[in-house]
């Protein structure tokens, strides 16, 4: 219970003021990155018309997030954007499962991390929306139905990031919280294994498929 709210922090100074970097965060995504990168290699390292299980494993990822990609845009676009959308659910799969590994924490319970994925996934839907209906075209969208609609337009967009982030954000730090918790409660003996597969495995890959689809979503939108 003592390591509750402990962040390991990175302090610079830098212009006179201060910038504050979770160590912890980041030592975890770069984790969770290595081992995509491994896998990725060691899945397309030997590719045949007669599969291995790795390779099979991977193409099954692939296709199905691209199928879905291909369902919510079109066979242009999804090959544009499916890309982005298997690696970004392939992070966030992987970050949410890291905490089943001892000594290991989820980046995504620090609010930066889904935060920065949920503006990054901003930024390239209303890019996505500028380059296929034109900047003109696009602009006019706020003033609808009515021009003084904009104000309220421009924050419902802005509430996406905020809604999308906060989502996984919440449900992977109550997650942790509560077995922290219940662990010091039972001492680590009866409930925290169900808890820890409950809350890492299951809400874990629910809220990374529901993070990448809203993303998927929120690009579709744009673009039609």
């Not at 009866?190 to 498929?209: D, E």
Request: glycine share 8%; net charge neutral.
């Amino acid at each position: 219970m003592q390591d509750l709210g402990l962040i390991h922090q990175l302090l610079i100074q830098l212009g006179g003021y201060t910038l504050t970097f979770n160590l912890e965060a980041i030592v975890m995504a770069w984790i969770v990155i290595a081992v995509l990168l491994f896998l990725g290699i060691y899945t397309t390292r030997k590719r045949a018309i007669l599969p291995h299980s790795m390779q099979v494993f991977g193409e099954l990822i692939v296709s199905s997030l691209y199928k879905l990609t291909e369902d919510a845009l079109d066979e242009k676009l999804a090959r544009t954007y499916a890309p982005l959308v298997t690696a970004l659910f392939m992070f966030l799969l992987l970050s949410n499962w890291i905490g089943m590994v001892p000594h290991l924490h989820e980046p995504t319970k620090d609010l930066n991390t889904p935060l920065s994925l949920g503006i990054m996934g901003f930024v390239i839907a209303h890019y996505a929306g500028i380059k296929s209906k034109g900047f003109k075209a696009y602009a006019k969208e706020y003033f609808e139905p009515i021009f003084f609609m904009m104000p309220l337009n421009l924050i419902g967009e802005l509430a996406k990031i905020v809604s999308i982030s906060f989502r996984l954000f919440g449900n992977i730090m109550g997650g942790s919280i509560i077995i922290l918790v219940v662990s010091f409660l039972t001492y680590s003996i009866i409930l925290p294994p169900f808890l820890n597969a409950f809350f890492g495995i299951f809400v874990g890959a629910v809220q990374a498929f529901v993070f990448t689809m809203l993303t998927v979503v929120y690009i579709s939108v744009q673009v039609k």
